[in-house]
Nanobody, 116 residues
Framework: QVQLVESGGGLVQAGGSLRLSCAAS????????MGWYRQAPGQQRELVAT???????NYADSVKGRFTITRDNAKMTVYLEMNSLKPEDTGVYYC??????????WGQGTLVTVSS
């Protein structure tokens, strides 16, 4: 059974840092490009960072220079290091394959709250 378990969120002041983790299982991770998505309150889910199986990365303009995505293929885990956090980074963060298709189930996500 495919499973995604996100962790590491929390409440942080603006300018602070957090490190998110996503433990994946099953074929969802193997050789796949993975990404971190976030859903702000009242907004649609958006893709903020991607990483290929080989380690090439890409970022949304809103997080470029502040967020770093990495992965450990042996542990089937994806990480998101978030620095210089802003209140607009607040939301629930999820990891999943890129591109995402409706058949790909979501995990429970991890809530990040950045206070001003």
């Amino acid at each position: 059974q495919v499973q995604l378990v996100e962790s590491g969120g929390g409440l942080v002041q603006a300018g602070g840092s957090l490190r998110l983790s996503c433990a994946a299982s099953g074929i969802i991770f193997r050789f796949k490009t993975m990404g971190w998505y976030r859903q702000a309150p009242g907004q649609q889910r958006e893709l903020v960072a991607t990483i290929t199986f080989g380690g090439s990365t890409n970022y949304a303009d809103s997080v470029k220079g502040r967020f770093t995505i990495t992965r450990d293929n042996a542990k089937m885990t994806v990480y998101l290091e978030m620095n210089s956090l802003k209140p607009e980074d607040t939301g629930v963060y999820y990891c999943n394959k890129v591109p995402h298709i409706p058949a790909d189930a979501w995990g429970q996500g991890t809530l990040v709250t950045v206070s001003s």
